[in-house]
């Protein structure tokens, strides 16, 4: 490739390339699938805990006068140590939770994709079954990620995670 042709890429040239080649080349098509699929979750999740803590530090720090009640109600920040005593303590805690949360996210996303490729490659099928399977265990692990994990919390999110896959495998192409 000439210097001029890189030069003249634009960024969404840079971004089409990536789904001709991925981000990864790991030596197996099962690791690069699930590398990708955690680096890609990890990167949303981080963007959603931030996102979602200025948004509850803007709702607090804003004169509501009881216009939103259900926003400035119980429910308050998800993670409850970014009030510190100072701005350090406050922006460690924002830097360790949203890493946590990021981790959970990327989990999430390489387990089922690694499950549905290893599924697909074993049965020689891709199917709704491989989908539900694929997300009954990744909704197991994110439920054993939480702090306070019980059996019935564990069972809700396996089978949320397995009807979410589920009729996310049945209605790909219909939309």
Same mark, same amino acid.
């Given at each position: 490739?000439?210097?001029s042709n890189l030069e003249s890429r634009s960024l969404l040239d840079e971004l089409r390339s990536f789904d001709k080649g991925g981000l990864f080349d790991l030596g197996h098509p099962l690791l690069n699938r699930i590398a990708?699929?955690?680096?890609? #979750?990890? =990167?949303?999740?981080? !963007?959603?805990?931030?996102?979602?803590?200025?948004?509850?530090?803007? !709702?607090?720090?804003?004169?509501?006068?009881?216009? @939103?009640?259900?926003?400035?109600?119980?429910?308050? $920040?998800?993670?409850?140590?970014?009030?510190?005593?100072?701005?350090?303590?406050? @922006?460690? #805690?924002?830097?360790?939770?949203?890493?946590?949360?990021?981790?959970?996210?990327?989990?999430?996303?390489?387990? $089922?994709?690694? @499950?549905?490729? &290893? @599924?697909?490659?074993?049965? =020689?099928? $891709?199917?709704?079954?491989?989908?539900?399977?694929?997300?009954?265990?990744?909704?197991?692990?994110?439920? *054993?990620?939480?702090?306070?994990?019980?059996?019935?919390?564990? !069972?809700?999110?396996?089978?949320?995670? #397995?009807?979410?896959?589920?009729?996310?495998? *049945? *209605?790909? &192409?219909?939309?």
């Amino acid at each position: 490739m000439s210097s001029s042709n890189l030069e003249s890429r634009s960024l969404l040239d840079e971004l089409r390339s990536f789904d001709k080649g991925g981000l990864f080349d790991l030596g197996h098509p099962l690791l690069n699938r699930i590398a990708e699929s955690f680096v890609k #979750a990890a =990167g949303i999740g981080a !963007v959603q805990a931030v996102s979602r803590e200025a948004y509850f530090t803007a !709702v607090e720090g804003a004169d509501t006068g009881g216009v @939103l009640p259900e926003i400035t109600g119980k429910k308050k $920040h998800r993670f409850p140590d970014l009030r510190g005593e100072t701005n350090r303590t406050s @922006l460690e #805690a924002l830097v360790k939770n949203t890493g946590k949360e990021s981790m959970q996210w990327g989990l999430a996303a390489g387990m $089922h994709s690694g @499950l549905t490729y &290893g @599924l697909k490659e074993a049965r =020689g099928t $891709h199917d709704w079954k491989n989908s539900a399977v694929a997300g009954a265990i990744t909704g197991m692990a994110l439920a *054993l990620t939480s702090d306070d994990s019980s059996h019935k919390q564990i !069972v809700e999110c396996a089978i949320t995670g #397995a009807a979410i896959s589920t009729a996310a495998n *049945l *209605l790909t &192409g219909i939309f």
